[in-house]
């Protein structure tokens, strides 16, 4: 099974600069918990990216591999934009559908590539700092949109991954400095849950064609 991950920073998490190139976060726990002689794993992700540009560098570079399943984890620069960037009523709607075509028009293309099963993850934001109080209707627009996203793919192995309530849970036990650095970017412990999260997907998936 070859893996191929795509996302925005925490995903990306350095993997440029380590030597399995891999990086330092969920991907590469999710690589070290798993059977290594039966998959390979790609990290393609990309520090800032929104998902017009997951879409473009998915395009550019990994659109020739058959992969047999892909990991998408998207939508907090998004929910960054529409917050924080003074945008009119009418470019906010823009920037919402144009992410919202990019992403249909991705998973379109993984299928397309044959992709056997897609993993969408959830976008997750925290409530410390007290200034991302003042994203959450940006987040729960990104949110709404990769739902309604997900609509045209009925019936294809596209699979929802909850990850906004498992992360909150987990900083209300064990305190969001120890799960979140800043709100939007996850410790060693907030990754681990990832991980956990996407591999409980994937296990849950393979009883499934049982």
Not at 21 to 45: A, Q, T
Not at 95 to 112: I, T, V
Not at 137 to 152: F, G, K, Q, T
């Amino acid at each position: 099974m070859n893996l191929l991950f795509l996302g925005a920073s925490n995903t990306d998490c350095g993997h440029c600069f380590t030597p399995d190139n891999l990086g330092n976060g969920y991907v590469k726990i999710i690589r070290e918990r798993l059977d290594s002689s039966s998959i390979s794993i790609i990290n393609g992700g990309s520090d800032g990216f929104t998902f017009p540009r997951i879409l473009e560098k998915y395009l550019a570079f990994y659109s020739k591999t058959k992969f047999s399943g892909a990991v998408v984890l998207g939508g907090i620069n998004e929910v960054g934009m529409l917050s924080d960037n003074g945008l009119s009523p009418q470019r906010r709607q823009a920037l919402l559908e144009g992410s919202g075509e990019a992403l249909k028009k991705l998973l379109l293309a993984l299928f397309s590539n044959e992709t056997r099963e897609i993993y969408l993850l959830e976008p997750f934001l925290f409530s410390r700092p007290s200034r991302l109080l003042a994203w959450t209707p940006a987040y729960e627009a990104v949110r709404s949109r990769i739902l309604s996203c997900m609509e045209p793919f009925k019936g294809r192995s596209l699979f929802f991954v909850p990850l906004q309530e498992r992360l909150l849970a987990l900083a209300r036990c064990r305190g969001t400095e120890n799960v979140s650095v800043d709100g939007i970017h996850l410790t060693s412990l907030g990754h681990s849950l990832v991980a956990e999260c996407v591999i409980e997907a994937m296990e849950r998936r393979k009883k499934d064609d049982l």
